[in-house]
């Protein structure tokens, strides 16, 4: 049973529509209050955001109409939408549903003429960005933009549908197998602003798939931020498995942070979880497909580095990944698509215009050029093989890449805006005590990801993995070609460049080093001891790099003084007993005699607040590798 089909015309900005039955009301008008947040309103707007430039510029032709139509009951729906044309021919039309999933690009309707397009979506709860919890809103977006298709009206803020212009929409449930999608930022449904610059529009490869299916809905409940870990601990998955029934897909395409986990090793952690994917899905009757994650712009060595190193002069961070991926496949009889191979060798071959297809100073990160390029690349690999399920739903459409297709015209500069600050702490493992206040400083500096809900706060803090929050917080950036000092730290390790900037920095206390014969080792997954701890932070904090040798006993002491670890040792002063030669010297291996107590996950960021506050004027700028995600 339809909906009551809505109709919009020109002009209809400040109407609100009301269905048959109670169904619910449609917004035809949502992007006059758009706002430049990248927060939950974002997705409550059909994923979109207002841009605020610099100089006050209007782009009629870059504006977008955004309809929200309410549904009774979360479920899939097919989606009639008709557009009728005026006096003027409308070019160059896109149409978006949901948080921003390409349904349809490149469309002309010539004047007087008509176009309609039918497609299914999927409406289900999901959790927003920089949230912790469940939005359960029933709801489909619709959203379109194009050249002559809207006009400014003197009496509103955006552009409105022009007079001689008519949509008509029309929604009815209806169930269809769903495409769920599992993954990371690299995939996500991100959102974009309005005006809209594809180039400069952060887009994940799994919200341009729906141009290429029928008869079937896309649901993207990737997020950003995500591991394979955290895409089941953070209630994302639940979701999943509370609706896929037998006949549905499911994508599975991780990597990107879970190499930044060393529990989530390319063939332990990773690999495993994998296979516990594939395993759900076949219990339930659902197929799955696996992903090599995609490949973050190449890392290039000169030919000298090349040579010393042993290395391709071209490498990936991502490699092991992708061949954990592989075998992950290939053991659980899931369809493996090569993401990575594919993505690495269109990098290397464009050379210096890989940017293009990237979000501005990103590596990581497409744009919708990008995402779309990988999107029709999945499809194309799917199509290869007979036996591979999303073929069932396959509209046999190809991308059109060419210079005339795509949109490649830069937004002007941008006034710059960030949720991070003012947002409610997403973690849910967080206790309300003194560490709280800690713990938002250190969100507000930018040391935390705001895109996931566990914090693990009482967790013991690895060596290795401190790092990364420590050059976030200092704006360090990691230094590569890692050149192979400790034999357990490899050259494609994501921890690798900070070992190396470390070691150039000379920010590594060498009784923190373990020897074994003439090999030494760093230590990455062993417990950060307190006296670490401080050596890190102190050392760094002389900026005479010759003076850094400083001994941990000095460092505990300088930390303790600044307050760094001072609030945990009052009252606890025989834990760190500086006159106790015997507390910082002991028998035994030299990388023991880091003598504290090990630090907490939460105590080590609250400390790093400290240092931020004690040093100030580090400015703003996060390093270039610190890969903060795009919050969709």
Same mark, same amino acid.
């Given at each position: 049973?339809?909906?009551?089909?809505?109709?919009?015309?020109?002009?209809?900005?400040?109407?609100?529509?009301?269905?048959?039955?109670?169904?619910?009301?449609?917004?035809?008008?949502? &992007?006059? %209050?758009?706002?430049?947040?990248?927060?939950?309103?974002?997705?409550?707007?059909?994923?979109?955001?207002?841009?605020?430039?610099?100089?006050?510029?209007?782009?009629?032709?870059?504006?977008?109409?955004?309809?929200?139509?309410?549904?009774?009951?979360?479920?899939?729906?097919?989606?009639?939408?008709?557009?009728? #044309? $005026? #006096?003027?021919?409308?070019?160059?039309?896109?149409?978006?549903?949901?948080?921003?999933?390409?349904?349809?690009? @490149?469309?002309?309707?010539?004047?007087?003429?008509?176009?309609?397009?039918?497609?299914?979506?999927?409406?289900?709860?999901?959790?927003?960005?920089?949230?912790?919890?469940?939005?359960?809103?029933? &709801?489909?977006?619709?959203?379109? %933009? $194009?050249?002559?298709?809207?006009?400014?009206?003197?009496?509103?803020?955006?552009?409105?549908?022009?007079?001689?212009?008519?949509?008509?929409?029309?929604?009815?449930?209806?169930?269809?197998?769903?495409?769920?999608?599992?993954?990371?930022?690299?995939?996500?449904?991100?959102?974009?602003?309005?005006?809209?610059?594809?180039?400069?529009?952060?887009? *994940?490869?799994?919200?341009?798939?729906?141009?290429?299916?029928?008869?079937?809905?896309?649901?993207?409940?990737?997020?950003? $931020?995500?591991?394979?870990?955290?895409?089941?601990?953070?209630?994302?998955?639940?979701?999943?498995?509370?609706?896929?029934?037998?006949?549905?897909?499911?994508?599975?395409?991780? @990597?990107?942070?879970?190499?930044?986990?060393?529990?989530?090793?390319?063939?332990?952690?990773?690999?495993?979880?994998?296979?516990?994917?594939?395993?759900?899905?076949?219990?339930?009757? &659902?197929?799955?497909? /696996?992903?090599?994650?995609?490949?973050?712009?190449?890392?290039?060595?000169?030919?000298?580095?090349?040579?010393?190193?042993?290395?391709?002069?071209?490498?990936?961070?991502?490699?092991?990944?992708?061949?954990?991926?592989?075998?992950?496949?290939?053991?659980?009889?899931?369809?493996?698509?090569?993401?990575?191979?594919?993505?690495?060798?269109?990098?290397?071959?464009?050379?210096?215009?890989?940017?293009?297809?990237?979000?501005?100073?990103?590596?990581?990160?497409?744009?919708?050029?990008?995402?779309?390029?990988?999107?029709?690349?999945?499809?194309?690999?799917?199509?290869?093989?007979?036996?591979? #399920?999303?073929?069932?739903?396959?509209?046999?459409?190809?991308?059109?890449?060419?210079?005339?297709?795509?949109?490649?015209?830069?937004?002007?500069?941008?006034?710059?805006?960030?949720?991070?600050? @003012?947002?409610?702490?997403?973690?849910?493992?967080?206790?309300?005590?003194r560490d709280c206040i800690f713990i938002n400083e250190a969100l507000k500096y930018g040391?935390?990801?705001?895109?996931?809900?566990?914090?693990?706060?009482?967790?013991?803090?690895?060596?290795?993995?401190?790092?990364? #929050?420590?050059?976030?917080?200092?704006?360090?950036?990691?230094?590569?070609?890692?050149?192979?000092?400790?034999?357990?730290?490899?050259?494609?390790?994501?921890?690798? @460049?900070?070992?190396?900037?470390?070691?150039?920095?000379?920010? /590594?206390?060498?009784?923190?080093?373990?020897?074994?014969?003439?090999?030494?080792?760093?230590?990455?997954?062993?417990?950060?001891?307190?006296?670490?701890?401080?050596?890190?932070?102190?050392?760094?904090?002389?900026?005479?790099?010759?003076?850094?040798?400083?001994?941990?006993?000095?460092?505990?002491?300088?930390?303790?003084?600044?307050?760094?670890? *001072?609030?945990?040792?009052? $009252?606890?002063?025989?834990?760190?007993?500086?006159?106790?030669?015997?507390?910082?010297?002991?028998?035994?291996?030299?990388?023991?005699?880091? *003598?504290?107590?090990?630090?907490?996950?939460?105590?080590?960021?609250?400390?790093?607040?400290?240092?931020?506050?004690?040093?100030?004027?580090?400015? %703003?700028?996060?390093? &270039?590798?610190?890969?903060?995600?795009?919050?969709?």
């Amino acid at each position: 049973m339809f909906l009551k089909n809505f109709s919009i015309c020109g002009g209809a900005a400040d109407s609100t529509f009301t269905t048959e039955k109670g169904y619910g009301t449609w917004e035809p008008d949502m &992007a006059r %209050t758009l706002k430049p947040t990248a927060s939950e309103q974002a997705l409550k707007s059909g994923g979109w955001n207002r841009r605020v430039f610099e100089k006050n510029e209007c782009f009629p032709d870059r504006e977008v109409l955004i309809i929200k139509a309410e549904v009774p009951v979360f479920g899939t729906y097919r989606v009639i939408v008709r557009i009728t #044309s $005026g #006096s003027d021919k409308v070019e160059n039309l896109i149409l978006f549903a949901g948080r921003r999933n390409l349904i349809d690009r @490149g469309v002309v309707i010539e004047a007087g003429g008509s176009y309609e397009k039918e497609f299914h979506t999927a409406v289900t709860p999901y959790i927003p960005a920089l949230s912790s919890r469940r939005c359960e809103e029933k &709801a489909v977006y619709i959203s379109l %933009t $194009g050249e002559n298709l809207l006009a400014y009206d003197e009496n509103v803020v955006s552009p409105v549908l022009r007079d001689d212009i008519s949509v008509d929409i029309a929604i009815e449930e209806k169930e269809v197998p769903v495409i769920w999608i599992a993954g990371d930022s690299t995939l996500t449904d991100q959102n974009a602003g309005v005006p809209y610059f594809p180039k400069d529009s952060c887009g *994940g490869w799994a919200q341009m798939l729906s141009m290429f299916i029928q008869g079937a809905a896309v649901c993207n409940m990737a997020h950003s $931020g995500l591991t394979s870990n955290c895409f089941r601990d953070d209630g994302h998955y639940a979701i999943v498995q509370e609706l896929i029934k037998s006949g549905d897909l499911l994508v599975i395409q991780f @990597g990107h942070n879970d190499q930044k986990r060393r529990n989530l090793s390319a063939f332990k952690g990773y690999y495993n979880n994998l296979l516990r994917y594939v395993e759900e899905a076949d219990a339930v009757g &659902a197929k799955a497909i /696996i992903c090599s994650p995609i490949s973050r712009i190449p890392l290039t060595l000169s030919e000298g580095e090349a040579r010393e190193l042993d290395m391709p002069r071209h490498y990936s961070l991502l490699s092991s990944y992708a061949k954990a991926a592989r075998k992950a496949a290939e053991n659980s009889n899931a369809f493996f698509v090569d993401l990575h191979e594919f993505t690495f060798d269109k990098w290397v071959s464009v050379s210096d215009r890989a940017s293009d297809f990237f979000i501005k100073g990103d590596i990581t990160h497409t744009n919708d050029l990008g995402a779309m390029l990988i999107a029709d690349r999945f499809i194309e690999e799917c199509r290869k093989a007979p036996d591979c #399920s999303i073929n069932d739903y396959d509209n046999g459409r190809a991308a059109d890449f060419s210079e005339k297709s795509f949109d490649m015209e830069e937004a002007p500069k941008e006034i710059p805006a960030s949720d991070f600050p @003012g947002i409610e702490l997403p973690y849910v493992d967080i206790p309300k005590i003194r560490d709280c206040i800690f713990i938002n400083e250190a969100l507000k500096y930018g040391i935390l990801d705001p895109c996931v809900m566990h914090l693990h706060p009482d967790d013991e803090m690895p060596r290795a993995q401190f790092l990364m #929050s420590m050059f976030k917080a200092f704006r360090k950036t990691g230094v590569r070609p890692y050149h192979k000092k400790y034999a357990d730290i490899a050259v494609d390790e994501w921890d690798s @460049g900070y070992v190396q900037a470390l070691i150039d920095e000379n920010l /590594i206390d060498d009784i923190t080093i373990k020897r074994i014969g003439d090999k030494q080792f760093f230590r990455p997954d062993d417990a950060l001891s307190y006296g670490e701890y401080a050596s890190f932070l102190i050392r760094f904090m002389e900026k005479d790099k010759s003076k850094r040798n400083i001994s941990m006993e000095e460092c505990l002491k300088k930390a303790y003084d600044l307050d760094i670890i *001072g609030d945990i040792c009052k $009252g606890n002063e025989n834990d760190f007993d500086f006159d106790n030669d015997d507390e910082i010297i002991s028998d035994g291996p030299d990388y023991k005699m880091a *003598g504290c107590p090990y630090i907490s996950r939460a105590r080590a960021y609250r400390g790093l607040a400290r240092v931020m506050d004690i040093i100030g004027g580090m400015g %703003t700028a996060l390093p &270039a590798d610190a890969e903060v995600h795009p919050a969709h």
